[in-house]
């Protein structure tokens, strides 16, 4: 079989609809990913007012005499991460159980009602798409994990307030320190992003059309959360 027939079976393997749907989730995850990126340059977001926090929280830290304080809260902070990603494992085995026993799995899921009818291939080909999305989660989150590491070794590595002489020295450091703590909330945020949209890619065992309007649902939550909430509102007074 040459490559054009491989595409042409993988192509009919589902109807067009289910392709299209497909196609239109992941594109509306990457683009409200790289949505989010740009207008938070323009309309400050969630990730960016906390952000702010944390480099003012950093500026703090080069003033206290005792800086346990501040490692109390990284590791509280990387608690969250370290639980999702313990979490996400045991979703990611599950996963693979039900992949190893789909037979059993689709009819349950046929007990659902309005739940699609839908071959054991395109049955398996679902469980697969939740598979990826958690796979994708646990990275985030456990890369998540290992940035919080590198923000307390920085704390702790931090010189004391006395050799910090000039405003610029605790402006820069505060500035780097700050910035390793909000790449791991960055990495933290996208893995909660795949948890949302993990419930709109299980939309799809109910039909196509449902993955597509759980997925705009699902962005729109995102949106309203990240730019219009009302903690957004209170973290911009400041």
């Given at each position: 079989?040459?490559a054009?027939?491989?595409?042409?079976?993988?192509?009919?393997?589902?109807?067009w609809?289910?392709?299209a749907?497909?196609?239109?989730?992941?594109?509306?995850?990457?683009g409200?990913?790289?949505f989010?990126?740009?207008?938070?340059?323009?309309?400050?977001s969630?990730l960016?007012?906390?952000?702010?926090?944390?480099?003012?929280?950093?500026?703090?830290?080069?003033?206290?005499?005792?800086?346990?304080f501040d490692g109390?809260?990284?590791?509280n902070l990387?608690a969250?991460?370290?639980?999702?990603?313990s979490?996400?494992?045991?979703?990611?085995?599950?996963l693979?159980?039900?992949?190893s026993?789909?037979?059993?799995v689709?009819?349950?899921?046929?007990?659902?009602?309005?739940?699609?009818?839908?071959s054991?291939?395109?049955?398996?080909?679902?469980?697969?798409?939740?598979?990826v999305?958690?796979?994708?989660?646990?990275?985030?989150?456990?890369?998540?994990?290992?940035?919080?590491t590198?923000?307390?070794?920085?704390v702790?590595?931090?010189?004391?307030?006395?050799?910090?002489t000039?405003?610029?020295?605790?402006?820069a450091?505060?500035?780097?320190?700050?910035?390793?703590?909000?790449l791991?909330?960055?990495?933290?945020?996208?893995?909660?992003?795949?948890?949302?949209?993990?419930?709109?890619?299980a939309?799809?065992?109910?039909?196509p059309?449902?993955?597509?309007?759980?997925?705009?649902?699902?962005?729109?939550v995102?949106?309203?959360?990240?730019?219009?909430?009302?903690?957004?509102?209170?973290l911009?007074?400041?």
């Amino acid at each position: 079989m040459n490559a054009s027939d491989a595409l042409t079976a993988l192509w009919r393997v589902l109807p067009w609809i289910d392709w299209a749907a497909l196609a239109f989730f992941f594109a509306a995850w990457v683009g409200y990913a790289s949505f989010a990126h740009r207008r938070a340059a323009v309309r400050p977001s969630l990730l960016a007012l906390t952000n702010r926090e944390r480099q003012r929280w950093m500026l703090q830290t080069t003033v206290r005499e005792n800086r346990v304080f501040d490692g109390v809260v990284v590791q509280n902070l990387s608690a969250s991460p370290s639980f999702f990603a313990s979490t996400t494992i045991l979703i990611i085995g599950g996963l693979l159980a039900a992949l190893s026993s789909t037979e059993q799995v689709s009819e349950l899921v046929r007990e659902i009602p309005f739940a699609a009818r839908s071959s054991m291939l395109v049955f398996d080909l679902k469980l697969v798409l939740l598979l990826v999305i958690f796979i994708y989660a646990f990275f985030r989150f456990t890369w998540s994990l290992r940035q919080y590491t590198f923000g307390a070794l920085l704390v702790a590595a931090a010189p004391d307030r006395e050799h910090f002489t000039e405003a610029a020295q605790r402006e820069a450091f505060a500035s780097r320190a700050g910035r390793v703590m909000g790449l791991a909330a960055e990495s933290f945020n996208d893995g909660l992003r795949a948890y949302y949209l993990s419930f709109a890619a299980a939309a799809w065992f109910f039909s196509p059309w449902a993955l597509i309007g759980a997925t705009l649902g699902v962005v729109f939550v995102l949106y309203r959360r990240e730019f219009h909430s009302d903690v957004l509102a209170v973290l911009n007074e400041a």
